[in-house]
T-cell receptor, first 112, second 116 residues
């Protein structure tokens, strides 16, 4: 399978600070990427996506950056809140088929 | 629209038994994918069904199987359960309209399977 890895397994930030979660992918042919948030006891929840023809996409308090040169993806959360505490997964999708490859996840803890 | 639903939410079985999990996709979604999630592991892809046909398959033994019905609902079956099968089983649905652009997958809450 493809390798989708996360640089840090855990991340702790102070409430109100910005958070950056990183993800490396291995296949330069991947053309679609998604960030998911998973809270304890729940299934992954879609946060934001980006296609390979873009390098930045913004949502509400979240921004995803894609650097295809180094095959790196990041999720930025502005003004992190306690409700942002969760495990965040990046998913890499190849153009062929509908198979998603997920990283092991980064656990984000927001300190009040 | 209602989200992806999975039943049951929790299940306890013993080794050697078999289990069937159910997933109802978002209305209008034709693709259902199944994943296994264990502590410390990422989501591991099991298989994907589209229009009642298995389109993709992950690296799991034949004890893991599935099917999809004409209404896009899907079931996953695990036979001869092993302790290592204890996990959260997630299903995700997507439109999969057959176009060149991949559709987002939306996940259900999962079924927590414990094998004793």
């Amino acid at each position: 399978g493809e390798s989708v890895g996360l640089h840090l397994p855990t991340l702790s930030v102070q409430e109100g600070d910005n958070s950056i979660i990183n993800c490396a992918y291995s296949n330069s042919a991947s053309d679609y990427f998604i960030w998911y948030k998973q809270e304890s006891g729940k299934g992954p929840q879609f946060i934001i996506d980006i296609r390979s023809n873009m390098d930045k996409r913004q949502g509400q308090r979240v921004t995803v950056l894609l650097n295809k040169t180094v095959k790196h993806l990041s999720l930025q959360i502005a003004a992190t809140q306690p409700g942002d505490s969760a495990v965040y997964f990046c998913a890499e999708i190849l153009g062929t088929g509908n198979q998603f490859y997920f990283g092991t996840g980064t656990s984000l803890t927001v300190i009040p | 629209k209602a989200g992806v639903t999975q039943t049951p939410r929790y299940l306890i079985k013993t080794r050697g038994q078999q289990v069937t999990l159910s997933c109802s996709p978002i209305s209008g979604h034709r693709s259902v994918s199944w994943y296994q999630q264990t502590p410390g592991q990422g989501l591991q892809f099991l298989f994907e069904y589209f229009s009642e046909t298995q389109r993709n398959k992950g690296n799991f033994p034949g004890r893991f199987s599935g099917r999809q019905f004409s209404n896009s609902r899907s079931e996953m079956n695990v036979s001869t359960l092993e302790l290592g099968d204890s996990a959260l089983y997630l299903c995700a649905s997507s439109l999969r309209n057959g176009g060149p652009v991949t559709d987002t997958q939306y996940f259900g809450p999962g079924t927590r399977l414990t094998v004793l």
